[in-house]
């Protein structure tokens, strides 16, 4: 029975008076609730579908909406970070505001205007209750026209549309009402932090210091975003490395620990030297837990294959979730040809997120491992052309097996040259170390390399150092190293083992 043959059969007469009033009063109630409850879910649709705005409140492009909720609050969505929620009313809508782009030719204009810093309090706070005024307006607005649309649609009546647009007008006038009642302006320096933020104390210190905190790091990711447009600028006039315009381009991240700005770095590196793939060493996250599995989720738009080495800070499940973006290419202890080049790669062994597990960091431990795992990569998997870990302490192990190890962990960039002929090249944190940047005096730098190798030999012939200034910082610099012997050959490490007369020598493996 469709919702037309249902009204009108309550409308029916019956037998007697006593029935005929009895049914008129529950016809008039029912017809009353349907045309409330039509009425209220056209208005949330309405407002659902037609309210979101999107505002500029300084550098920072937001998106707000306001959504149906039991408790009355306002969250802002700062993700990969975490959100904040502010207890602010209690009527039953929720505002939510979404941190969605950098706006780097106003950050520009900004941070180089020094008389803008008087007036830039006054000119944000403008701004963003001109987006909050827009966004009552889209709320009502589409409310209304949700609440009207649907009645017109379920009752086919004027006078029952015209009964549920007045029920909306009601119902959003409460509402409104009781926010307005109900609003309490100390919220705003009371957050409530959820999602990595208040999985990670350590990050960001004690509750005292953790608001002011996190807005420096706020205030400051103009300035990140702001480095990054300079690279644009820089990297367009730098002559691409031309003696083999074949040649294989790697781009070499490390220690990323959750810096959503890193995959805005990536993503332009890819694009100004045609990366034709990125090895990562490492560190991606910070704590290896779920609600982190989200922030791996930019691998797939990359357009690039993207290996992956497990960090210390990694755990077996933020592996997985990078194994399944598009374009991942996850090596823990196995070889794969990438993009020509045969690479091995091997997480590391420890995950010291996890207090409740002895770790052994003891470096005589990582390279005993270390050297066992280069022994099983000569006798199982034969030559490679590149081995990926995490520790430099386990890359060394392999000089001898290779002629380049790539590595991080130390949050500083670095390369040796060892004995062997083998290169071991130590990345600094491509995510300025994370939220660490916050704990220290002087900022962490934001590193990556451009690696060049020879698309016949597949050997390194130069490569590219880039560095941004951390957080508060505007430097950038790209520094071009040849290599001096591409060609030159590799020579196993000497192992000990013991004399006839029991003492120690060295002795070349074969």
Request: glycine residues 10%; without cysteine.
């Amino acid at each position: 029975m469709d919702f037309r043959r249902w009204t009108q059969a309550i409308r029916r007469p019956t037998s007697g008076w006593g029935g005929m009033f009895r049914r008129a009063v529950s016809g008039r109630v029912a017809r009353a609730v349907a045309v409330l409850a039509v009425a209220a879910a056209g208005a949330w649709l309405g407002v659902a579908l037609g309210s979101p705005v999107r505002a500029v409140v300084g550098p920072v492009e937001a998106g707000m909406s306001a959504e149906v909720s039991w408790t009355g609050e306002t969250i802002v969505d700062a993700r990969p970070l975490g959100t904040l929620l502010f207890d602010t009313h209690d009527a039953p809508i929720r505002l939510r505001v979404t941190l969605e782009n950098i706006n780097t030719e106003r950050a520009r204009a900004m941070l180089e205007d020094p008389r803008l810093s008087d007036r830039l309090p006054a000119l944000l706070e403008k701004e963003l209750s001109e987006g909050i005024g827009q966004l009552i307006i889209r709320v009502v607005v589409s409310g209304l026209a949700g609440a009207l649309i649907a009645s017109l649609v379920v009752f086919r009546r004027p006078r029952a549309a015209l009964a549920g647009l007045l029920s909306a007008v009601v119902m959003i006038a409460g509402v409104g009402t009781g926010a307005i009642l109900t609003y309490r302006p100390g919220a705003v320096v009371e957050p409530e932090y959820t999602g990595l933020l208040s999985g990670a104390p350590s990050l960001v210190g004690d509750a005292e210091s953790i608001v002011t905190r996190f807005e420096s790091y706020r205030g400051q990711l103009a300035k990140l975003v702001n480095n990054v447009s300079q690279l644009y600028d820089t990297v367009s006039a730098l002559p691409v490395y031309d003696a083999d315009p074949t040649a294989i381009r790697v781009l070499h991240v490390s220690d990323i620990h959750l810096n959503l700005i890193s995959w805005n770095l990536i993503r332009s590196i890819t694009a100004q030297f045609k990366i034709d793939l990125i090895v990562d060493t490492g560190d991606i996250t910070d704590h290896g837990t779920g609600p982190e599995d989200n922030f791996v989720k930019e691998i797939g738009d990359l357009g690039v294959p993207y290996v992956f080495v497990r960090g210390n800070h990694d755990s077996k499940a933020t592996q997985r979730a990078v194994a399944r973006q598009k374009g991942a290419v996850v090596l823990d202890d196995s070889v794969k040809t990438v993009a020509g080049l045969r690479i091995y790669g091997l997480g590391d062994p420890r995950f010291t997120p996890d207090k409740s597990v002895a770790v052994d960091s003891d470096p005589n431990s990582l390279a005993i491992l270390g050297r066992a795992h280069a022994t099983r990569l000569a006798q199982a998997f034969g030559p490679v052309d590149l081995v990926a870990v995490h520790d430099p302490t386990i890359g060394r192990a392999f000089s001898g097996t290779t002629p380049m190890v790539l590595s991080g962990h130390a949050h500083a960039r670095s390369t040796e040259l060892m004995p062997s002929g083998t290169r071991i090249l130590v990345q600094g944190s491509t995510g300025g170390a994370g939220l660490r940047a916050l704990e220290h005096d002087e900022p962490t730098p934001v590193m990556a390399s451009v690696l060049y190798f020879d698309r016949e030999t597949r050997r390194l012939r130069a490569w590219d150092d880039i560095t941004l200034g951390g957080l508060g910082e505007q430097s950038v610099q790209i520094q071009r190293h040849l290599e001096s012997e591409p060609g030159r050959t590799i020579f196993p490490e000497p192992t000990i083992s013991p004399s006839p007369t029991g003492s120690t020598a060295g002795a070349a493996t074969p």
